[in-house]
């Protein structure tokens, strides 16, 4: 007898343009699954998702093309450089030279890349080579971000400079969705999504969430509800 498990169940929520969102949860509560869904690489066997932009309806093909999607493990090519990743995004993207030229001077100074832009991928930190991952997904200045767990695996301080990173390049013009299994940064986020198994348990402002679940901290919603 073949026997099948639901990735996601029953999972209706909102993401207000304009806030940093957080979908937290384990390893395995679905928070991969939705992302892929939002950004086009799955399909629903059931279900639907409503796009706007500027307050206005959008239809999902041009929803997704106004999407950055930043996986788990950016897929950057080792033996290319910093600045020669970030040129071929601006061909990629189509971007105008000058266009281009004055995003990357953002986004060099943001990150601290500058001093790196002529060192190869493979060589890069860990932390680095995430910086780099995020600065090519910002280039095109999307404006819906989709941010698969972009701490995971980076030391302590890496971590708070991608979040850093995440608040000042953004902007309050920008969308942010991020996945996280780190409990600790539910409460950087404007708005929380909680998964667990595949379900959401509550959504809304971190600490309107974690009184509604009578919990003092994330890390016990997942305790009391495993």
Known sequence: ?????????????????????????????GKTTLLRLLKGLLKPTQGKFEFSYKGQPCPAPDAITRMGYFPQEPSLYPD????????????????????????????????GMAPFKDRPAGKLSGGMYKKLGLMCVLLNHPALLLLDEPTIGVDPVSRQELWDIVYNVAGPEMTVILSTSYMDE????????ILQAGRLLAGGQPQ???????????????????
């Open 80 to 111: 290319l450089s910093v600045w020669e990743h970030l040129e071929f995004f601006r061909d990629l993207y189509n971007l105008e030279l000058s266009t281009f030229l004055r995003r990357t001077e953002e986004l060099l100074s943001a990150t």
């Open 208 to 226: 309107d969430v974690m009184q509604k679940l009578h919990v003092t901290n994330f890390a016990d919603i997942f305790l009391k509800y495993e």
């Open 1 to 29: 007898m073949l026997h099948t498990t639901a990735a996601l169940t029953d999972v209706s929520t909102v993401f207000e343009a304009g806030a940093v969102h957080g979908i937290v949860g384990p390893n395995g509560a």
């Open 186 to 193: 539910a409460e950087r986020c404007a708005k929380v999504h």
